[in-house]
């Protein structure tokens, strides 16, 4: 997990000399969509198996979020056959923190903080069941 603030930064050359051109000093920065920020991200279903009795953490390892100030993401899952608890993963000033998301056959949480921070989505399951989630 990384900041995109650190991320640009260190994207830039050792040696590069800042840029002076009046094209750039006068763009004006764009707020990216959410479906921009989340880039070639697919919103797929993605299969998983919760186990009884533990916290099981399935990662999306598709693709990452890049995140913005105030950006929220959301999640959802659909059992095919069981129930589950779910948490998701977003992160509260910069850190990782997972919300409870509620127990059932399916489900959805929306609005998740995520913020300045490209992450991959995850999720913590509990109970036994064959579900998908995105």
């Not at 990662?59 to 959301?74: I, N, R, V, Y």
């Not at 129930?83 to 000033?93: A, E, L, Q, S």
């Not at 959805?108 to 069941?129: D, Y």
Request: proline fraction near 4%.
């Amino acid at each position: 997990m990384a900041s995109v603030a650190a991320m640009s930064a260190a994207a830039a050359p050792v040696n590069a000399a800042p840029s002076h051109s009046k094209a750039t000093a006068s763009a004006k920065a764009v707020k990216p969509s959410s479906a921009e920020r989340a880039g070639a991200c697919s919103n797929s279903w993605k299969s998983a198996v919760g186990v009884p009795g533990r916290w099981t953490k399935i990662e999306d390892h598709t693709c990452s979020l890049w995140g913005a100030p105030g950006f929220k993401t959301g999640y959802q899952w659909a059992s095919q056959r069981g129930r589950v608890c779910v948490k998701v993963k977003g992160y509260k000033n910069g850190r990782e923190k997972w919300y409870d998301a509620g127990c059932g056959a399916n489900g959805r949480k929306k609005n998740v903080p995520w913020g300045n921070v490209a992450a991959n989505k995850a999720i913590k399951v509990k109970g036994f069941a064959l579900f998908k989630w995105r």
